[in-house]
C-alpha cells in the first residue's frame, strides 16, 4: 500500500512541475489573481489522476489483495473470538442449568 502511495504521489510531483512549467511559459493560462498556486495544483491533481489511475493498475490491484487478505484474517479472528466467547457461555449456561 505504501507502494502504490509513493507512486502516485511521484506521478502527482511530476505532474505538478510540468504543469509549473507550461503556465510559467504561457501554455496554459495563468489563475486570477494570488490563485496561480491553487490553479497549478488543482491542474495538476486533474492530469494525475487519469495517469495514475491507467498507469498504476496493476499496483492498485496488488494493494487491494493485501488489503482483502488482512481483513479476511481480521474476520477469521473475530470468528474465533466469538466461537470461543459462544463456547464459553454455553458451557456456563450447562453449569447453570444442571445445579
Excluded at 502504490?4 to 509549473?20: D, E, H, K, P, S
Excluded at 492498485?60 to 463456547?87: L, N, P, T, W, Y
Aim: charged content about 20%; hydrophobic content about 45%.
Amino acid at each position: 500500500m505504501l507502494r502504490y502511495t509513493l507512486m502516485r504521489l511521484g506521478i502527482f510531483v511530476g505532474c505538478l512541475v510540468v504543469v509549473w512549467g507550461l503556465v510559467h511559459f504561457g501554455v496554459f493560462p495563468r489563475g486570477l489573481g494570488e490563485s496561480n498556486g491553487m490553479w497549478i495544483i488543482l491542474l495538476a491533481l486533474v492530469v494525475s489522476a487519469p495517469i495514475s489511475f491507467v498507469a498504476l493498475r496493476k499496483e492498485r490491484d496488488r494493494a487491494s489483495e493485501q488489503i482483502v487478505h488482512k481483513m479476511d484474517r481480521v474476520k477469521a479472528g473475530f470468528e474465533a473470538s466469538r466461537s470461543q466467547e459462544d463456547g464459553a457461555d454455553d458451557a456456563a449456561r450447562a453449569q447453570g442449568h444442571t445445579s
